[in-house]
């Protein structure tokens, strides 16, 4: 059990950092198409992103997560990272999907944004190190090029607790001032 909350811990952690990769279905309530207020952005203040990749896991900021790791979003060189803020288990005896809460932060030299997340882990096959997250990030703040930042980013992907790695695919729209 204590290993299953670590994985599904460090999973969403990375996760929400770098935006998962790999096959999984997502839940319900969680997927699919942008809000209509991220999809009606003027595009010359929005930029679509497009991640994958795999990010290592660890502890910063007293709490789990995704190690910031290097990416590009709107052309601007950055690190993104994130950190489990609150995390149940489904089922009786919490044997089920992990719901997860957690922020990403974007950090680069043009400015930063902010997201607050929803994720779900569920196990993926008989390996109990091993469990797929889906992700719903909200941009919720932003500074410098990402001024009254808005959008959503969807993730999907592999936790793996035996190599400390998540493999990550996130794809959304961030709107900033600058951009």
Excluded: K, W
Aim: charged letters at 15%.
């Amino acid at each position: 059990m204590f290993r299953r909350q670590a994985l599904v811990l460090i999973f969403v952690a990375v996760c929400a950092t770098s935006g998962c990769g790999g096959p999984a279905a997502a839940p319900t309530g969680l997927a699919g198409s942008l809000s209509s207020s991220t999809a009606s952005e003027a595009a010359e203040r929005c930029s679509n992103v497009d991640l994958e990749g795999t990010a290592p896991l660890g502890f910063f900021d007293g709490a789990l997560g995704a190690v910031p790791t290097p990416v590009t979003i709107a052309g601007i060189e950055g690190m993104l990272g994130s950190v489990i803020t609150s995390m149940s288990a489904s089922g009786a005896s919490g044997q089920g999907a992990q719901h997860i809460t957690l922020r990403h932060d974007f950090v680069s030299s043009a400015g930063t944004f902010r997201t607050d997340d929803r994720a779900v882990c569920a196990p993926a096959g008989s390996d109990a190190n091993v469990c797929r997250v889906n992700d719903v990030m909200e941009i919720v703040s932003g500074t410098g090029v990402f001024a009254n930042a808005s959008g959503q980013l969807v993730n999907h992907g592999t936790i793996d607790l035996n190599t400390l790695t998540l493999a990550y695919s996130a794809r959304g729209r961030v709107c900033g001032d600058g951009l």
